[in-house]
């Protein structure tokens, strides 16, 4: 995807970060010969996962997926029939955006949690150093990856492994 102040690379299957980090640099390359970028604003990866759900009574059944608690005073109902949570976790290089909101397909019969993990690096950056930002990004995959399974029920991880339907 290219704008007049961006420029991002994106897979559907992903199908491993040494893959999908040498056809990202393939085309950052061809970018950088076009039109000889130097500086950067903003580099990250971006980890984005499907929950489809069926809602149960018009509520999204949350705690058969995820592990999250909200604490409301008494008088909130917590069945909700709708629920977007957004926060941003300053780390080492970086910072980690979460994103947890329900989704519907356009034609409205199909529903997903998306769980969206994106990591950034944002100062003076250099695009000669590209790799390294992706690199180091990739890093910090692993918290995401953590965060991910900390997230998810331990039901829903048994969905993921096809033990159950």
């Given at each position: 995807?290219?704008?007049?102040?961006?420029?991002a690379?994106?897979?559907?299957?992903?199908?491993?970060?040494?893959?999908?980090?040498?056809?990202?640099?393939?085309?950052?390359?061809?970018?950088?010969?076009?039109?000889?970028?130097?500086?950067?604003?903003?580099?990250?990866?971006?980890?984005?996962?499907?929950?489809?759900?069926?809602?149960?009574?018009?509520?999204?059944?949350?705690?058969?997926?995820?592990?999250?608690?909200?604490?409301?005073?008494?008088?909130?109902?917590?069945?909700?029939?709708?629920?977007?949570?957004?926060?941003?976790?300053?780390?080492?290089?970086?910072?980690?955006t979460?994103?947890?909101?329900?989704?519907?397909?356009?034609?409205?019969?199909?529903?997903?949690?998306?769980?969206?993990?994106?990591?950034?690096?944002?100062?003076?950056?250099?695009?000669?150093?590209?790799?390294?930002?992706?690199?180091?990004?990739?890093?910090?995959?692993?918290?995401?990856?953590?965060?991910?399974?900390?997230?998810?029920?331990?039901?829903?991880?048994?969905?993921?492994?096809?033990?159950?339907?």
């Amino acid at each position: 995807m290219l704008a007049i102040n961006k420029i991002a690379f994106y897979c559907k299957k992903y199908e491993g970060f040494e893959l999908f980090k040498k056809e990202a640099l393939r085309v950052f390359s061809i970018f950088y010969e076009l039109f000889k970028i130097k500086k950067l604003t903003r580099t990250g990866l971006r980890y984005i996962n499907i929950i489809p759900f069926i809602r149960e009574n018009n509520i999204i059944p949350i705690n058969n997926f995820l592990n999250i608690q909200i604490n409301l005073p008494k008088s909130i109902p917590t069945n909700f029939t709708n629920l977007a949570i957004i926060f941003v976790s300053q780390t080492k290089g970086g910072s980690i955006t979460t994103r947890i909101e329900p989704v519907i397909s356009k034609d409205r019969t199909q529903e997903a949690i998306i769980l969206d993990f994106d990591y950034a690096k944002e100062k003076d950056l250099y695009f000669y150093k590209i790799e390294e930002y992706l690199d180091e990004s990739h890093k910090y995959h692993k918290y995401t990856k953590y965060l991910f399974e900390e997230l998810i029920t331990e039901d829903y991880k048994k969905v993921m492994r096809g033990e159950v339907i």
